[in-house]
């Protein structure tokens, strides 16, 4: 099949790009390598891509909606997979604009690109930051998400309102997938994980927020990935809802969560990079960060209903994963 994701270059892109070419797919890839960190680290993960015939790169942003509709019209997708954005709670409340732009913006304009040239499935990376202030746990797709925290997980309940008018109005079949905390090799250089790691390594403090008291539903990449890859097969279809959908009432349309299933505390997480570095951490407990929440946890009943049981990387793992990715890069 013919595959359209933007944000290639990024970190969930990139896996997820080199997955689908490895099942024999062809992918356009659409990134604008923009310097919220090191385009060094965006570059060379295109280039694992680029080793791989029937991968072709764009280099544009999403905010160019000429270009942007050329390449749809071009390329003619089978799937969209839209993970491109201005990622960062934090980064929200100093650079209100770029979420603005990329989310928003690039996301209307991705939509009406596709409204003349309708893909079977639209898939759009959205976070579970959008439960912002909610206390049930586990979040639930049927639960209320109307108390965003923080303004990138506003922008990205904008794009899932947006994306579901499009569906209902011009028949484009769309779920919106809420990922729980990613994690893994070529992490990007602001996640928790990657400064930790850094710091401990490095024998610098590194800040807790929350005084450790967090806990997070981590996600490890690849297991975000194989759930990705079958919800792509999956379009959903207006009228036919699954056992406790989130299926729309009135468009081919619903949200979706991917996440580990099992929250992890704060210092368990970094006492796992701990034995994994092997190296204590220097800590510095830090009140809570405007925007940030206690605790995440996910139901994902929907989507094992949707796609089976899925492969579960337990945070020891995964940490190691990471560590060893990022020791043998640091070498590099």
Known sequence: MKYFVTGTAGFIGFHVARRLLADGHQVTGYDGFTNYYDPALKRDRVAILKRYEQFHQVEAMLEDATALAAIVSGV???????????????????????????????????????????????????TSSVYGGNTKMPFAESDRADAQAS??????????????????????????????????????PDMALFKFTRAIIEGRPLDVYGHGKMSRDFTYVDDLVEAIVRLADKPPEKGKPMPGDSLSPIAAFRTA??????????????????????????LNMMDMQPGDVVATASDTTLLRCLVGELPRTDVETGVNKFVSWYMDRRGS
């Not at 209100?96 to 732009?101: F, N, R, T, V, W």
């Not at 009406?112 to 893909?119: F, G, I, M, T, Y």
């Not at 990205?156 to 569906?167: F, N």
């Not at 809420?178 to 990007?188: E, I, Q």
Request: charged share 15%.
């Open 76 to 126: 003619q997708p089978d799937v969209v997979l839209h993970l491109a954005a201005q990622a960062g709670v934090r980064y929200s409340l100093e650079h209100p604009q770029s979420y603005i732009q990329s989310n928003i913006v690039g996301t209307a304009n991705l939509l009406e690109a596709l409204r003349a040239a309708p893909p079977r499935h639209l898939l759009f990376a959205s």
């Open 151 to 188: 303004l990138y997980a506003a922008t990205k309940k904008a794009g899932e309102a947006m994306i579901h008018s499009y569906a209902h109005l011009f028949a484009i079949p769309s779920t919106c997938v809420r990922f729980f905390t990613v994690y893994g090799p070529w992490g990007r």
């Open 257 to 282: 969560n991917i996440a580990g299933g099992k929250p992890t505390q704060l210092m368990d997480f970094i006492r796992s990079i701990e034995t994994a570095v092997g190296r204590d951490a220097i």
